[in-house]
């Protein structure tokens, strides 16, 4: 660990710890002290790190409103508002989505499905384009306000700085401006698929995104539906659990695998 103010490793712990349990560091360069918090997305809290991420990621990932996380907290001795809670989904989605996105940059495969579907801000229908590739990975979620040509470019510009490389397969609807927008960023050789039956994979996979988004009564800013929309694609992802076509994962494995990633994404965005 190095200081914060002058990036010097020549440290010394202190033994007392702040009223949240963290350590107290004194840097012997720069004359300075600080805390394990000093310097990261979480400091000046009234709240450990843990529980502002379980907040956070229980918003994200399960049909809990701002007061039920409320409660929820409630019941473990935390005393936080609703407003608190929206405060924090604003701060640390991003992070969230930031942190998953960069893990799985560059594993996508090379045959891709995707498509929009419909969300309500404000009172008025947007469109969330979504990618994933054949095994169900996610590969790029974006919201746009229309449903055009040039929303359709920049998906695919998004789509192909993350992924790495071009696809080999797309699979799309019959919209014709997915057709012009591929052969404008991905180029002819790509093989465009735009029956409505191929396409079945992407639409199933829409539905978890609805089940999420209805509870909620729609958004009220676009920035707000679009924070949230990339944040729960994103997380949903790292947790899924997917086998082969012919394997059956049981469920103490699968219990196991989600205890791990939980685990291990609560401590890397705690660092």
């Not at 979480?42 to 809990?64: C, E, G, I, S």
């Not at 495969?109 to 994933?132: M, P």
């Not at 401006?177 to 591929?182: E, G, N, R, V």
Request: hydrophobic share 35%; charged share 30%; net charge positive.
């Amino acid at each position: 660990m190095s200081c914060p103010y002058c990036q010097s490793e020549s440290i010394a712990k202190r033994r007392p710890r702040t009223t949240l349990g963290y350590r107290i560091i004194f840097c012997t360069s720069c004359r300075r002290q600080f805390n394990e918090r000093t310097g990261t997305a979480f400091n000046n809290l009234q709240f450990p790190t843990d529980v502002v991420l379980m907040a956070v990621l229980w918003r994200l990932r399960y049909k809990l409103g701002f007061r039920d996380v409320s409660e929820l907290l409630l019941q473990r001795g935390f005393v936080v508002s609703h407003e608190t809670i929206r405060n924090w989904e604003f701060r640390f989605a991003p992070l969230v989505s930031t942190n998953l996105r960069t893990r799985r940059r560059g594993k996508s495969g090379r045959s891709w499905y995707f498509d929009e579907t419909y969300i309500k801000v404000s009172g008025r229908w947007c469109y969330l384009y979504r990618a994933i590739d054949r095994e169900g990975n996610l590969l790029d979620s974006m919201l746009g306000e229309k449903r055009d040509k040039y929303a359709a470019r920049r998906f695919l510009r998004r789509l192909l700085e993350n992924a790495d490389q071009r696809p080999l397969r797309l699979t799309t609807d019959k919209h014709p401006a997915y057709t012009k927008a591929i052969r404008w960023i991905v180029g002819r050789k790509v093989l465009h698929r735009h029956n409505q039956y191929l396409n079945n994979r992407m639409e199933q996979d829409q539905r978890h995104i609805k089940q999420r988004y209805h509870p909620m009564l729609g958004f009220k800013r676009f920035k707000s539906a679009s924070r949230f929309c990339t944040a729960f694609a994103e997380l949903r992802n790292y947790l899924r659990v997917n086998g082969s076509k012919d394997e059956n994962i049981k469920a103490r494995a699968r219990r196991r695998m989600f205890r791990t990633r939980w685990s291990t994404l609560m401590a890397e965005l705690s660092a």
